[in-house]
Structure formats: structure tokens, C-alpha cells
């Protein structure tokens, strides 16, 4: 009986990991041991098990699952396949900044001096990240925290950032309207002579106009 020891190719395409949207990371499943084989073959499948790539290196450009599938030939002299050793391997890459944030939704406020946004972050520790808001007129300088107090009308976006990946910019709309003030004079006023008095409950800080009063 004639036993034989075949070596199996061995590699390694790392650990799951992830790239930011627009970004490319090469995996590359060369044998280091490739010497030791007549030839190999490479098939790089997808999540979906369509073969993307033939090649020891495959460039991922999208997220998802990819497989590796490296077989060691061995060959007779005349080149006949003797023998092959088949070894799988795993990857999953994220695409994308992998934390979303979220900053609620628009509002208006009534005798409101002023409002504090806070960037809610899924997926990720705040601390590790830093942020850019931004209004009307562009980025806000100098603030970069996960809060912003803001006391005038308009939009407000921010972007948070880790390690160069960028979250989805999300946006609030804000309107600041301040409480009608209503003057009716004296607080009191007896009358024995007038038949009626006429009270005034315009604002004295705001135009009347579309205004709905009750009495």
C-alpha cells in the first residue's frame, strides 16, 4: 500500500473588517507555501456564490460576504492532476461608516430661547467619533462635539466622523417664534359712565395678521 502526504495551501485573507463608502481594499489569498504545488487555482465567490475573480487578489469595492477557494495541484510528470488539496476561506467587509446618527425631527418652538441638538449615535461610542454641524451659512466653527445649542431659525446638519469614514449627513429644520405679548392697559377699570370699553388684545411684539384669538 502506497500512503501519500499531500500539503494543503495555506493563506490567510484576515480578519472581517471595514472600509468607508467609496473605498477599495484589495484581499489576497497567495499560498505561502506555493512552491510546494505543481499549480494553483483561485475562485473568489460572493455572498450570492457568483465567482468574481480567478485571481489570488480580489479588490472589493461593495460590502457582503466574500469566499475564497484556493486548491493546491499536484501533477504527474506527463501533467496529469494527481491530486488536490481544497481550502476555504471567510471575509466579511463592511461598507460604509458602520454607526448611523440621528439628530430627531424638525420643530418649532414658541417663547423658546434656545435649543441643544444631540447627535444619538447607533453602532459606535460617541467619544470615539468627532462631528461637524453645520447651518444656513456652512460649517459652524469650532464645534465639533456631539451637542449644539443654537438659538436662531434655520437648518441644521452634522456629519460624524471615525478614522476618515464619514456617517450619512442628517438634517433638522428649527423655527423660533416668540410668545405673543398682549398689553390690555390697567389692570382694572371701573367705569359708571361709558357703555362699553374696547379691549385690545393685539400683540405688541408681533403683527396681528393670521393671529387667532379666543376671549
Known sequence: VVVEFYTT???????????????????????????????????????????????????????GTYTVTVNGNYEDVDGNLLHTCEVTDTIVVTSGAGFTVDIGSD????????????????GEDPANLTFEWSDDNGVIAGETSQNLTVNQSGTYSVIA???????????????????????????????????????????????????????
Not at 450619512?168 to 423655527?175: T, Y
Request: glycine share 6%; charged share 20%.
Open 9 to 63: 495551501p495555506e493563506f490567510n485573507i484576515g480578519d472581517d473588517l471595514s472600509i468607508c463608502d467609496g473605498d477599495t481594499v484589495t484581499l489576497d489569498a497567495t499560498a505561502s507555501n506555493e512552491v510546494e504545488f505543481d499549480n494553483l487555482d483561485y475562485s473568489w465567490e460572493d455572498e450570492n456564490g457568483n465567482v468574481v475573480s480567478t485571481d489570488a487578489t480580489y479588490t472589493v469595492v461593495n460590502g
Open 161 to 215: 466622523d471615525l478614522d476618515g469614514c464619514s456617517s450619512i449627513p442628517v438634517s433638522v429644520d428649527l423655527i423660533f417664534r416668540p410668545t405673543p405679548a398682549i398689553d390690555f392697559g390697567e389692570a382694572e377699570i371701573g367705569t359708571c359712565d361709558l357703555p362699553t370699553i374696547v379691549l385690545n388684545a393685539a400683540p405688541t411684539n408681533l403683527s396681528a395678521d393670521n393671529m387667532h384669538f379666543t376671549w
Open 107 to 122: 420643530q418649532t418652538f414658541c417663547g423658546v430661547e434656545s435649543y441643544t441638538l444631540t447627535a444619538n449615535v447607533t
